[in-house]
Nanobody
Framework: QVQLVESGGGSVQAGGSLRLACAPSAWIYSRYALGWFRQAPGKEREGVATIDTDGRTSYANSVEGRFTISRDNVKSTLYLQMNSVEPEDTAVYYC?????????????????WGQGTQVTVSS
């Protein structure tokens, strides 16, 4: 059974920090590239950050230098550290997995999805 369970969402003031976590099923975590996506009301889902099985990362321009994606191979957990958050970062954040080890920021390339966690940044 495929499971990706996100946690860590909530409300934060602009300039603050938040860390999201995602615990994929073990067979997904060890084999596939993982990513974080977000969707704000009235907007399309967009790629935020992605990491392959070797730990190489890519980021959307809008979060480069502020967000960090990482994998904890001991805990089999994916993280998104969000620093210097802005009101424009408000969205539902999704953890997702591909069925290949190659990373991608395109939501069309991802096969497995979590239910999402709300992040709200107030000014």
């Amino acid at each position: 059974q495929v499971q990706l369970v996100e946690s860590g969402g909530g409300s934060v003031q602009a300039g603050g920090s938040l860390r999201l976590a995602c615990a994929p099923s073990a067979w997904i975590y060890s084999r596939y590239a993982l990513g974080w996506f977000r969707q704000a009301p009235g907007k399309e889902r967009e790629g935020v950050a992605t990491i392959d099985t070797d730990g190489r990362t890519s980021y959307a321009n809008s979060v480069e230098g502020r967000f960090t994606i990482s994998r904890d191979n001991v805990k089999s957990t994916l993280y998104l550290q969000m620093n210097s958050v802005e009101p424009e970062d408000t969205a539902v954040y999704y953890c997702a997995a591909r069925d290949t080890s190659w990373r991608s920021l395109s939501s069309n390339d991802y096969k497995y999805w979590g239910q999402g966690t709300q992040v709200t940044v107030s000014s």
